[in-house]
């Protein structure tokens, strides 16, 4: 059963491709801001060298051409395509009509005013520009003009968006080949999961084949080794009950025999005889039908009770063996939409029921009622109710266990192995054996019989 208080974590291979994709997401992303930075250096210090060479050059036509003619036309200056100029002579601004004065940077105008050559980034209408200014002290001029950094911005943010979906393909690739290393690498375990399954379910000789990795290999034959130990250990207890009890049923076989003839002479005994006499009988039967049942299990611990399924009809199995244990005047409910024949293993389906039917008399005042209903669409639930005190919540799973006892029964007689009996009969049917409380009161044991019409 698991803990409910545990806190659930995600599963190994989820997390193992987490991992992969989260460190290639980070590693991608760091090296595509780089790799961003460098470029956008790159390109715009190659942007403003442009300009500043085309300026200076232009600035050069402008200075050589006031010094050969008296006037100079600013429309007539040749441009880059989108970009703009002012020119200042004799602190007379020229500028053309759509791109005024205001709309270079004042900064850049006061500094080269001041006799300097400089150059700025600024916005114009939204638009990115960048300027630049140069000094013409020999015809006492200033020449300014502006670039446009459009073109650059926009491959700018092509390099972002190609390296954004380089970082989503590259944790896509990563997530694929986390998720991709985490099943080759966890194939061994699940193999591990499935042999441990197998032995928990009985397969005692499940084993992992050998490895080529010689990590896995050793993992492998350690399982191997443990199972191995476990498999002779569990079966050495198996034989050492099986053992005990055929030893036993010899020697209680001739006691009971002598007790029943002592029995059958009890009113040749003294009154004190008799009562010690009673003691004998009921604790030599008791120990008689203990060893029988540990016999029985220990068939079925061998793995030597196959089922044998045949056709039965409840409606005259379930009141024929109510009436063979001493139950006849128990009601017997058979539900209306129960087909005519089941396909159950006749001798267990006796077994389960008699066990419940001794273990309500036993230890919960008596059966009052046996019903079988479907469930599903090919199985079947028998229920069996009785007038006890019911079984408390903290036991209703354990004394389904080998000589387990409720807390209403230790007092009382019994070998504690019924119930594990009746368990492991439903098992063999692919069903399950539970108990829950009767409404009025008292306890209701069901077993769920699967695929039997």
Same mark, same amino acid.
């Given at each position: 059963m698991s803990d409910p208080h545990r806190r659930r974590t995600l599963r190994l291979r989820t997390r193992v491709t987490l991992f992969f994709s989260l460190t290639a997401l980070v590693a991608s992303l760091g090296l595509a801001v780089v790799t961003y930075a460098v470029s956008r250096s790159f390109l715009i210090d190659q942007r403003q060298q442009t300009a500043r060479t085309q300026a200076f050059a232009n600035a050069k036509n402008v200075r050589d051409q006031l010094l050969l003619e008296e006037r100079f036309e600013i429309l007539d200056l040749r441009t880059e395509s989108g970009g703009f100029p002012l020119l200042v002579l004799d602190g007379v601004p020229f500028a053309l009509p759509q791109y005024p004065v205001e709309a270079f940077p004042v900064e850049l105008l006061l500094v080269v005013g001041q006799g300097d050559s400089a150059q700025q980034r600024f916005e114009y209408?939204?638009?990115?520009?960048?300027?630049?200014?140069?000094?013409?002290?020999?015809?006492?001029?200033?020449?300014?003009?502006?670039?446009?950094?459009?073109?650059?911005?926009?491959?700018? @943010?092509?390099?972002?968006?190609?390296?954004?979906?380089?970082?989503?393909?590259?944790?896509?690739?990563?997530?694929?080949? /986390?998720?991709?290393?985490?099943? @080759?690498?966890? @194939?061994?375990?699940? @193999?591990?999961?499935? +042999? &441990?399954?197998?032995i928990a379910t009985g397969g005692l000789d499940a084993r992992m084949q050998p490895e080529n990795d010689p990590d896995l290999d050793r993992l492998a034959r350690s399982f191997n080794d443990m199972a191995d130990a476990v498999q002779t250990r569990i079966e050495r207890e198996a034989r050492f009950a099986s053992d005990v009890s055929h030893e036993l049923r010899s020697p209680i076989t001739a006691l009971t025999a002598a007790v029943e003839v002592l029995d059958g002479r009890r009113d040749d005994l003294p009154d004190r005889t008799q009562q010690a006499l009673d003691v004998v009988v009921s604790q030599v039967r008791r120990f008689d039908h203990m060893v029988m049942d540990l016999l029985e299990l220990s068939r079925i611990d061998a793995g030597s009770t196959e089922l044998h399924r045949e056709e039965v009809d409840l409606r005259e199995l379930l009141p024929r063996i109510a009436q063979r244990y001493g139950f006849g005047d128990v009601p017997v409910e058979i539900d209306a939409r129960m087909p005519a024949l089941a396909r159950i293993?006749?001798? *267990?389906?006796? *077994?389960?029921? &008699?066990?419940?039917?001794?273990?309500?008399?036993?230890?919960?005042?008596?059966?009052? *009622?046996?019903?079988?209903?479907?469930? /599903?669409?090919?199985?079947?639930?028998?229920?069996?109710?009785d007038a006890g005190p019911g079984v408390a919540r903290g036991e209703r799973s354990r004394i389904f266990e080998r000589f387990a006892r409720g807390? +209403?029964?230790?007092? *009382?007689?019994?070998?504690?192995?019924?119930?594990?009996?009746?368990?492991?009969? +439903?098992?063999?049917?692919?069903?399950e054996a539970w108990v829950e409380d009767r409404p009025g009161g008292g306890a209701r044991f069901r077993v769920s019989f699967a695929e039997v019409y």
């Open positions: 209408e939204g638009k990115p520009y960048v300027a630049v200014g140069v000094n013409m002290p020999a015809v006492d001029a200033q020449y300014v003009e502006a670039f446009p950094m459009e073109s650059t911005e926009r491959n700018l @943010r092509l390099i972002a968006i190609a390296l954004l979906v380089g970082s989503g393909v590259t944790m896509i690739i990563a997530g694929f080949l /986390g998720w991709w290393a985490s099943r @080759r690498l966890l @194939r061994p375990l699940s @193999r591990v999961s499935e +042999a &441990a399954g197998e293993d006749k001798l *267990r389906f006796e *077994r389960i029921v &008699a066990n419940l039917l001794e273990n309500a008399r036993e230890h919960g005042g008596g059966p009052i *009622r046996v019903a079988v209903e479907p469930q /599903g669409r090919s199985g079947v639930v028998l229920s069996v109710d807390s +209403a029964a230790r007092h *009382r007689v019994g070998t504690g192995l019924g119930l594990s009996l009746v368990a492991e009969h +439903a098992h063999a049917h692919n069903g």
